[in-house]
T-cell receptor, first 113, second 112 residues
Framework: DQQVKQNSPSLSVQEGRISILNCDYT??????FLWYKKYPAEGPTFLIS?????DKNEDGRFTVFLNKSAKHLSLHIVPSQPGDSAVYFC????????????FGTGTSLTVIP | AAGVIQSPRHLIKEKRETATLKCYPI?????VYWYQQGPGQDPQFLIS???????DKGSIPDRFSAQQFSDYHSELNMSSLELGDSALYFC???????????FGPGTRLTVL
């Protein structure tokens, strides 16, 4: 049972525009969320996180938004750069009950120069 | 900066053989996680250790076992290998329980 879902397997965006990657979850106990970026032949790299006490977290060009009522989070990248082309995973955990992270299936982002 | 080290990077085994994957966490990280990522799939959590003790168990087959040693490195032992065990195995470490995880480059296991 997939508790974290990324329904868009791929996304193409023009350089300089905004990239929006979406993630939905089913477990209302999740209280900590992460976004990872993964290049081919490398391990995932941590990008940004958000806890359930916040609805927005910003770090440079990356902003994560959390809508707890909709069980939805999104990652905004502004402006998008060709080097952002990678697979993006969202992950969620219920820190109150354990440290197991559940990953989505990933969205492959292509930023077109 | 030091990163998570995994060895070997590539491993080829035959069915019913055993394999041992090693993970060396970032210095002063006391939590280690193991994930399995099959082709075209998301990483699946296998097992985690905190301060050398198992802390969480995911979808790890009974044929697999893992431990964390006194120097905090961890080993994933896989026995009676099956074709379906062919995957990328990631190790991640974090500086404390519940914090973001830093991933290693992965070990690609191919079972023939």
């Amino acid at each position: 049972d997939q508790q974290v879902k990324q329904n868009s397997p791929s996304l193409s965006v023009q350089e300089g525009r905004i990239s929006i990657l979406n993630c939905d979850y089913t477990n209302s106990m999740f209280d900590y969320f992460l976004w990872y970026k993964k290049y081919p032949a490398e391990g995932p790299t941590f990008l940004i996180s958000i806890s359930s006490i916040k609805d927005k977290n910003e770090d440079g060009r990356f902003t994560v938004f959390l809508n707890k009522s909709a069980k939805h989070l999104s990652l905004h990248i502004v402006p998008s750069q060709p080097g952002d082309s990678a697979v993006y995973f969202c992950a969620a955990s219920a820190l109150r009950t354990g440290n197991q992270f559940y990953f989505g299936t990933g969205t492959s982002l292509t930023v077109i120069p | 900066a030091a990163g998570v080290i995994q060895s070997p990077r590539h491993l080829i085994k035959e069915k019913r053989e055993t394999a041992t994957l090693k993970c060396y966490p970032i210095p002063r990280h006391d939590t280690v996680y193991w994930y399995q990522q099959g082709p075209g799939q998301d990483p699946q959590f296998l097992i985690s250790f905190y301060e050398k003790m198992q802390s969480d168990k995911g979808s790890i087959p009974d044929r697999f076992s893992a431990q964390q040693f006194s120097d905090y490195h961890s080993e994933l032992n896989m026995s009676s290998l099956e074709l379906g065990d062919s995957a990328l195995y990631f190790c991640a470490s974090s500086p404390e329980w519940g914090n973001e995880q830093f991933f290693g480059p992965g070990t690609r296991l191919t079972v023939l």
